[in-house]
Nanobody, 121 residues
Framework: QVQLVESGGGLVQPGGSLRLSCAAS????????MGWYRQAPGKQRELVAS???????NYADSVKGRFTISRDNAKNTVYLQMSSLKPEDTAVYYC???????????????WGKGTLVTVSP
């Protein structure tokens, strides 16, 4: 069993900042890539940012220069620092983690339940 617990969402004014956290717990042998996706009302889920086990990052063009993804491997936690937020950043943000539960198991993707970010005056 693996659990992903997200926190940090909420209401913020345009231009403001928020920091999302996602902590993985349970049966974890090793964690591969970690990332954040978002889904706005009426739209498909999209990748926001990802980070490999080696620290290589990837960002959607729409958030480059404004969002920063990081991870704390000792805590099995991934963060998303969001700055200069815009109304179009409003969405449910989902944590995604690829991990193996044992030395002999294949990697699997796990998803958090999502945390709502609302950017509004």
């Amino acid at each position: 069993q693996v659990q992903l617990v997200e926190s940090g969402g909420g209401l913020v004014q345009p231009g403001g900042s928020l920091r999302l956290s996602c902590a993985a717990s349970g049966s974890i042998f090793t964690i591969y890539a970690m990332g954040w996706y978002r889904q706005a009302p009426g739209k498909q889920r999209e990748l926001v940012a990802s980070i490999t086990s080696g620290g290589r990052t990837n960002y959607a063009d729409s958030v480059k220069g404004r969002f920063t993804i990081s991870r704390d491997n000792a805590k099995n936690t991934v963060y998303l620092q969001m700055s200069s937020l815009k109304p179009e950043d409003t969405a449910v943000y989902y944590c995604n983690v690829g991990l193996a539960s044992s030395p002999n198991s294949n990697g699997m993707d796990y998803w958090g339940k999502g945390t709502l970010v609302t950017v509004s005056p």
